[in-house]
């Protein structure tokens, strides 16, 4: 692997240097592990000018799941407890002889972008921007490999709960079974707080789980995900508890799958990520359902769970081969409950198969 963190540094450095800067200094945690493999905690990557740092407060840790630093690039361990590691980097980036550095401003606290201007008081300061996140976007298949493995543990750990008992169970406690689950299964943990809920609060976006208990005839939404190696992947479905679904669950289930699906077989090299977002919002625009909608329809996702590209109306940009992201469009109606269907998908050109679906759940309306 250390070519492709070198790989990635180098093409990270031929964007600083057409924009004028010998040096970079990477602080937001993502981005140092995208470029060095790992990220220690409160680490920060130097490009510098003669020589690449991975600066340390400690030593790092030797745990799989926080990654393994590239070991050809050499790590600089703080002296003493308590120092900042991008203030450190940024002493060193003037030492090697950088007359400018790009720093991500909007990782950056406004004490922390000013200790770091004092301490190289002789350097230039430029804004990196998003370069990394951008980067970032497109997949190298060892990547997609962790993505696929983090949601076969998730489909796992969501077929197990559903072959459980779940009438009398609190959302809380079936959003702590899942969370187990995962890591029983070999994930990391999990990509971010496992969602359920139950009745009224059904097809809620986000929802905290709380001590509502699940009852007969509820929809039961459940949003989780799992993290392996770092890589975050997210799977949603919703279900009916106990009796067969009445007719308004029914016919509210088929709206979103229908939506879903849309938003799904747009997914291809080339198109926009605004179509996206229009392809799934229009059939839900259509049945009346316009007011309260959530703001987009999926995102990137990768070593944040929430990464470019935004699938919304007002996004600017089109699809590449090899992102990966979720298509999650919901409905609820207030005081009843709703339905939220949300898969992860790899877009692939149609030469390729057309979209990979990396979630593989049944989205059949079970009645469990």
């Given at each position: ?78 002296p003493s407890p308590g120092g900042d590691t991008a203030v450190a980097a940024a002493d060193l980036a003037a030492a090697q002889g950088a007359e400018a550095l790009a720093v991500e401003e909007h990782d950056l606290t406004v004490t922390r972008y000013r200790a770091v201007s004092s301490v ?249």
């Amino acid at each position: 692997m250390s070519e492709v963190y070198a790989t990635r540094r180098s093409r990270l450095r031929e964007r600083c240097n057409a924009a004028g800067t010998a040096a970079a200094l990477i602080s937001r945690p993502a981005n140092v592990r995208y470029l060095a493999g790992a990220a220690p905690q409160g680490a920060a990557l130097l490009l510098g000018k003669r020589e690449d740092l991975l600066v340390c407060a400690g030593p790092p840790d030797d745990r799989p799941a926080d990654g393994r630093p590239d070991e050809n690039l050499r790590l600089h361990v703080l002296p003493s407890p308590g120092g900042d590691t991008a203030v450190a980097a940024a002493d060193l980036a003037a030492a090697q002889g950088a007359e400018a550095l790009a720093v991500e401003e909007h990782d950056l606290t406004v004490t922390r972008y000013r200790a770091v201007s004092s301490v190289a008081a002789g350097l230039r300061l430029a804004d990196l921007g998003g370069a990394v996140e951008q980067l970032r976007v497109v997949k190298d298949e060892e990547e997609i490999s962790c993505l696929r493995i983090g949601a076969e543990i998730a489909d796992q750990a969501l077929g197990e709960l559903l072959e459980s008992i779940l009438v009398g169970r609190t959302e809380r406690h079936l959003a702590l079974e899942l969370e187990r689950r995962l890591v029983d299964h070999g994930a990391d943990g999990p990509a971010f707080p496992t969602s359920v809920a139950t009745g009224p609060n059904s097809g809620r976006p986000g929802h905290p789980p709380t001590d509502r208990r699940v009852e007969e005839g509820d929809f039961l939404s459940v949003c989780l995900g799992a993290t392996y190696r770092g890589y975050r992947c997210e799977i949603g479905r919703t279900f009916v508890i106990g009796t067969s679904p009445a007719d308004w669950q029914i016919e509210l289930y088929d709206l979103v799958f229908a939506a879903q699906r849309a938003g799904r077989e747009t997914l291809a090299p080339g198109t926009a990520y605004r179509d996206v977002d229009r392809a799934a919002r229009q059939v839900l625009d259509s049945a009346g359902y316009a007011q309260g909608l959530p703001p987009l329809t999926g995102h990137g996702v990768g070593l944040e769970i929430d990464e470019d590209p935004q699938l919304a109306p007002a996004a600017m940009g089109k699809l590449d081969a090899c992102v990966p992201v979720t298509v999650e469009p919901g409905v609820h109606l207030p005081g009843r409950g709703g339905v939220r269907i949300d898969d992860t998908l790899v877009v692939r050109p149609e030469a390729d198969g057309g979209p990979e679906l990396l979630t593989i759940t049944t989205k059949e309306l079970l009645a469990l």
